[in-house]
């Protein structure tokens, strides 16, 4: 059975022939007259085991939740460190998709986001990081969570009775102790049901992004979900037309608009003010490409 591959081996979600864009890290936050600014972080989740043990699967009671590899806890944690050192502004709140691949993402960012002593040779949260859990608020959402389609999702994977079956305090004792914000309403008060529309799942994932920031606008946010959620994070907050055809793992794209400090309260709309690991192309027509999950290599005879 083949192990896990090195990182810089991950395989496109899917291919074109010529990219708009190559992988940028740009973020800009500032502090105008009578205004402020938001900011929406909308992350992927890390390695999933299936796509590096693709046995895995056979043995699991679980076929459609893995769990991340070693290297995409490694991963995660190192990106938590990126933001940081480079984003500019804090994270005050995460929301999580309930797929274990998304909570175990979050729970790693988190530990880099929270940890209390200097963590720069650190590679993960099994090293042992203490934290300060005062420094941000964490949820579930289900509005996060992956398209629940056989497009997204395989169909000898998913289960057959359509029920995925989550359990939200299972889910948040995936998460950093003292970090749950028990209070929150869920926009999303179940998952979609199975076998929803390409399209439904992308605007319930333009919504989530803006209903989101709307409930938190003094806020700035971070959203772990899945491809096809980044991916709509870029297209709708960007005036060109575009296809994203790859998003690796634990890409991200920041979101930021001005909330105006007055009687009105307005608020601009959001713009793409930077991304990393998102690869998209211009198009003058319809993008009717999906961001899938690469099926897993096959084992060696």
Same mark, same amino acid.
């Not at 988190?110 to 005062?134: E, F, K, N, R, W």
């Not at 439904?200 to 491809?227: F, M, Q, S």
């Given at each position: 059975?083949?192990?896990?591959?090195?990182?810089?081996?991950? =395989?496109?979600?899917?291919?074109?022939?010529?990219?708009?864009?190559?992988?940028?890290?740009?973020?800009?936050?500032?502090?105008?007259?009578?205004?402020?600014?938001?900011?929406?972080? +909308?992350?992927?989740?890390?390695?999933?085991?299936?796509?590096?043990?693709?046995?895995?699967?056979?043995? *699991?009671? =679980?076929?459609?939740?893995?769990?991340?590899?070693?290297?995409?806890?490694?991963?995660?944690?190192? &990106?938590?460190?990126?933001?940081?050192?480079?984003?500019?502004?804090?994270?005050? =709140? +995460?929301?999580?998709?309930?797929?274990? =691949?998304?909570?175990?993402?979050?729970?790693? #960012?988190?530990?880099?986001?929270?940890?209390?002593?200097?963590?720069?040779?650190?590679?993960?949260?099994?090293?042992?990081?203490? $934290?300060?859990?005062?420094?941000?608020?964490?949820? #579930?959402?289900?509005?996060?969570?992956?398209?629940?389609?056989?497009?997204?999702?395989?169909?000898?994977?998913?289960?057959?009775?359509?029920?995925? *079956?989550?359990? $939200?305090?299972?889910?948040? *004792?995936?998460?950093?102790?003292?970090?749950?914000?028990?209070? +929150?309403?869920?926009?999303?008060?179940?998952?979609?049901?199975?076998?929803?529309?390409?399209?439904? *799942?992308?605007?319930?994932?333009?919504?989530? $992004?803006?209903?989101?920031?709307?409930?938190?606008?003094?806020?700035?946010?971070?959203? #772990?979900?899945?491809?096809?959620?980044?991916? #709509?994070?870029?297209?709708?907050?960007?005036?060109?037309?575009?296809?994203?055809?790859?998003?690796?793992?634990?890409?991200?794209?920041?979101?930021?608009?001005?909330?105006?400090?007055?009687?009105?309260?307005?608020?601009?709309?959001?713009?793409?003010?930077?991304?990393?690991?998102?690869?998209? &192309?211009?198009?003058?027509?319809?993008?009717?490409?999906?961001?899938?999950?690469?099926?897993?290599?096959?084992?060696?005879?």
């Amino acid at each position: 059975m083949e192990g896990t591959r090195k990182l810089r081996e991950q =395989r496109p979600i899917f291919k074109t022939h010529q990219h708009y864009s190559t992988t940028t890290t740009t973020t800009l936050t500032t502090m105008d007259s009578g205004q402020n600014i938001q900011n929406v972080v +909308v992350m992927r989740h890390g390695d999933r085991i299936d796509n590096f043990e693709p046995l895995w699967t056979e043995k *699991a009671d =679980r076929p459609w939740d893995p769990p991340l590899v070693l290297d995409g806890k490694v991963r995660a944690f190192c &990106t938590g460190k990126k933001f940081n050192n480079n984003l500019g502004f804090p994270i005050h =709140r +995460v929301f999580v998709s309930p797929f274990l =691949r998304c909570l175990q993402t979050a729970s790693e #960012v988190i530990h880099a986001l929270c940890a209390v002593a200097d963590c720069s040779t650190t590679m993960s949260s099994a090293d042992g990081v203490p $934290i300060d859990p005062s420094k941000l608020k964490a949820s #579930v959402e289900y509005g996060l969570c992956e398209m629940l389609n056989k497009q997204a999702i395989r169909a000898q994977n998913a289960p057959k009775d359509g029920n995925f *079956a989550f359990s $939200i305090s299972e889910c948040e *004792a995936g998460l950093p102790e003292g970090t749950i914000d028990s209070s +929150v309403e869920r926009v999303y008060k179940e998952l979609p049901k199975w076998e929803e529309s390409t399209q439904g *799942a992308r605007d319930r994932y333009k919504n989530i $992004i803006k209903t989101l920031a709307d409930k938190y606008p003094t806020e700035n946010l971070l959203l #772990v979900t899945h491809g096809e959620g980044v991916g #709509v994070s870029v297209t709708a907050h960007t005036p060109e037309h575009l296809i994203v055809y790859e998003v690796e793992y634990c890409a991200y794209s920041t979101l930021q608009r001005t909330i105006k400090e007055n009687e009105s309260g307005s608020t601009g709309e959001f713009k793409l003010s930077g991304h990393a690991g998102i690869l998209f &192309t211009s198009t003058s027509s319809e993008a009717d490409e999906i961001v899938k999950e690469p099926e897993p290599p096959k084992s060696s005879s």
